[in-house]
């Protein structure tokens, strides 16, 4: 079974440019949640979606915005890029919303210069 | 506020030996998850184990459980017979209520280095 998959690996944006990052989950999994890691921050959840609706949200500004397709794909944009958003966001998927066992992709490693 | 803590910033063990990792966390709600996750160099998080607030034993997955004390609260991973392969970052995390995302936050984690 092929695992969570995300794309594109690395970007490399401007500031004031927005960006759109995919992740496809786990065949079969509903459940698509969104991380940011920085070295300042640490890890932080963003977004969970489940059967095409935001099932939760973290405590990001309203640049951060996701949505979710019929086949559980997911993708991420963030708009007005600022220097700060320069962060490794990780994609993870499960089975159910809320699921205890998530399995993470490799990531998308954002540089906002 | 919930918080969590991860004291040691870096570990190191001699492969085949036992390392405890250690995790303390401060919440208020009678019901919560915790998770720990391994992180390697090459970014991608991997799930290792779950520990629920109501849960009356230990968690155990293969090398890994979890030593919980609850009045302590504290959640520290136990990694037995350590390899090589084991060297990575370890995040622990909690969620509160337990399937709720919106409210999980994650330690600053521990950088473990296993030596030959």
């Known amino acids: 079974k092929a695992g969570v998959t995300q794309t594109p690996r690395y970007l490399i944006k401007t500031r004031g440019q927005q960006v759109t990052l995919s992740c496809s989950p786990i065949?079969?999994?509903?459940?698509v949640s969104w991380y940011q890691q920085t070295p300042g921050q640490g890890l932080q959840f963003l977004f969970e979606?489940?059967?095409?609706?935001?099932?939760n949200k973290g405590n990001f500004p309203g640049r951060f915005s996701g949505r979710q397709f019929s086949n559980s794909r997911s993708e991420m944009n963030v708009s007005t890029l600022e220097l700060g958003d320069s962060a490794l966001y990780l994609c993870?998927?499960?089975?159910?919303?809320?699921?205890?066992?998530?399995?993470f992709g490799p990531g998308t490693r954002l540089t906002v210069l | 506020a919930q918080k969590i803590t991860q004291t040691q910033p870096g570990m190191f063990v001699q492969e085949k030996e036992a390392v405890t990792l250690d995790c303390t966390y401060d919440?208020?709600?009678?019901?919560?998850?915790l998770f720990w996750y391994k992180q390697p160099s090459s970014g991608e998080m991997i799930f290792l184990i779950y520990?629920?607030?109501?849960?009356?034993q230990n968690a155990t997955e293969g090398r890994y459980s979890l030593n919980f004390q609850k009045a302590r609260k504290s959640a520290n991973l136990v990694i037995s017979a350590s390899q090589l392969g084991d060297s990575a970052m370890y995040f622990c995390?909690?969620?509160?209520?337990?399937?709720?995302?919106?409210?999980?936050?994650f330690g600053p984690g521990t950088s473990l280095s296993v030596i030959p």
């Open positions: 993870a998927s499960s089975l159910g919303q809320g699921g205890n066992e998530q399995f």
């Open positions: 065949s079969g999994h509903r459940s």
């Open positions: 979606y489940f059967s095409e609706t935001q099932r």
């Open positions: 919440t208020s709600d009678p019901s919560y998850g």
């Open positions: 520990q629920g607030s109501y849960d009356q």
């Open positions: 995390a909690m969620r509160s209520p337990p399937t709720s995302y919106d409210k999980v936050i």
